[in-house]
């Protein structure tokens, strides 16, 4: 079987990757693609290795990659236009042909060019567990995933075809990281951004009341120096509290380092989630054996054993007073987190991911 997997990478690793790897653009796509592809960013690379692996012809589209989508239009003989993004996935797609089209929430790729490739797809799946935006059309995708239960509820009763999926571990990154030593006592890995509100105003807390270090994107502004506020962060810096305690970006390989050096890190859900819980930190960190200081969710203990897999918190007050308990006695969060390594590498691998999308895909008529 025939699939084929479009989605996107956030700008600024994309930043970060090309400027880490100098002269790369000069390499032919499938070095370019291998490369990118061996710093596990994201998951979409994972799912197409492990979908390879159970037997199927793949095609990964990492449509926004511009460096890597005109590249494969070069050797292809492929011409495009300004309209790259869309014209050159058009390509891909329409001469891969694929049985199964699995298409990650990038606004871009519904509504109109949906219907254009549509053609060229015998079954249309999407992954969808961002926020919703209502001027995005779901018109011709035959299934949707979502690792957020409330989602799932919302798409049925708009008469559309949804299952449950919870995100899974790469276990080939174990092998590939050399650092066994717990030497960072707390962390927070993730992104600060406007979006991020319960994040934030917990962040801040945090810090005032905890040793957490901090990594991820967007901390830093980078204002013109033509605007005022350029001049005021030279004055006072702005969230100085949370700039002392930030250490940089954390890309792929690096952020799993980071996380698995970490005695135990801590995570939290944004309110549109409604009370679940299941995002891809769970399983990124308890895949490398770092316990997870985790939000309370209505699913959590279907997920992990609270207090022997993951610690768990009901307020920000009850975080900064376990997070400083576990500081005191690392032991413990140690082997919470080898427990939860167990249970993640056993049961939330991409292994077994793939047999639960394909069941379900079969479930609703996607394979005969």
């Known amino acids: 079987m025939k699939v084929q997997f479009l989605t996107s990478y956030y700008p600024p690793f994309l930043t970060h990757f090309f400027g880490s790897h100098h002269g790369i653009e000069n ?9 990118l592809l061996e710093e596990h960013f994201a998951d979409t690379g994972a799912l197409a290795f492990y979908t390879q692996k159970a037997g199927h012809e793949t095609f990964l589209i990492i449509a ?17 236009t300004e309209n790259w993004l869309t014209e050159i996935a058009f390509a891909q797609i329409k001469k891969f042909k694929p049985d199964i089209f699995y298409l990650e929430y990038v606004y871009e790729f519904f509504g109109d060019f949906l219907k254009e490739v549509k053609p060229f797809c015998k079954y249309v799946v999407s992954w969808i567990s961002s926020p919703l935006n209502d001027k995005v059309q779901l018109n011709g995708v035959d299934l949707i995933f979502s690792s957020t239960p409330d989602f799932i509820n919302s798409f049925k009763a708009k008469g559309f075809k949804a299952e449950y999926m919870h995100p899974a571990f790469d276990v080939r990154i174990l092998s590939k990281l050399k650092n066994d030593k717990k030497d960072i006592p707390f962390s927070f890995v993730g992104g600060w951004s406007d979006v991020h509100v319960n994040r934030k105003k917990a962040l801040e807390e945090l810090v005032k009341h905890t040793p957490i270090k901090l990594w991820g994107y967007s901390y830093k502004k980078n204002h013109s120096k033509r605007t005022l506020d350029y001049y005021k962060d030279l004055v006072v810096k702005e969230n100085k509290a949370i700039l002392d305690r930030y250490y940089g970006e954390a890309w792929g390989l690096n952020m799993y380092d980071i996380i698995q050096r970490s005695v135990f890190t801590f995570n939290i859900h944004e309110s549109l989630l409604k009370g679940y819980v299941g995002n891809m930190r769970m399983f990124e ?41 576990y500081i005191n006695n690392p032991e413990k969060a140690i082997e ?16 077994e991911y793939v047999k639960k999308l394909f ?3 079969k479930k609703h008529g996607g394979i005969s």
């Open 27 to 35: 390499k032919s796509y499938d070095s370019i693609m291998a490369t």
């Open 64 to 80: 926004n990659c511009e460096i890597l989508q005109k590249k494969w239009a070069e050797e292809n003989n492929i011409t495009y």
């Open 285 to 325: 960190a308890t895949g490398v054996g770092t316990m997870i200081l985790n939000d309370e969710g209505i699913n959590l203990s279907e997920l992990f054993v609270v207090g022997k897999e993951i610690e768990m918190y009901k307020n920000i007050n009850e975080a900064i007073e376990k997070a400083n308990y």
């Open 336 to 351: 919470i987190g080898k427990n939860a390594q167990a249970r993640t590498v056993k049961e939330y691998n991409y292994d």
């Open 359 to 361: 069941v379900s895909i």
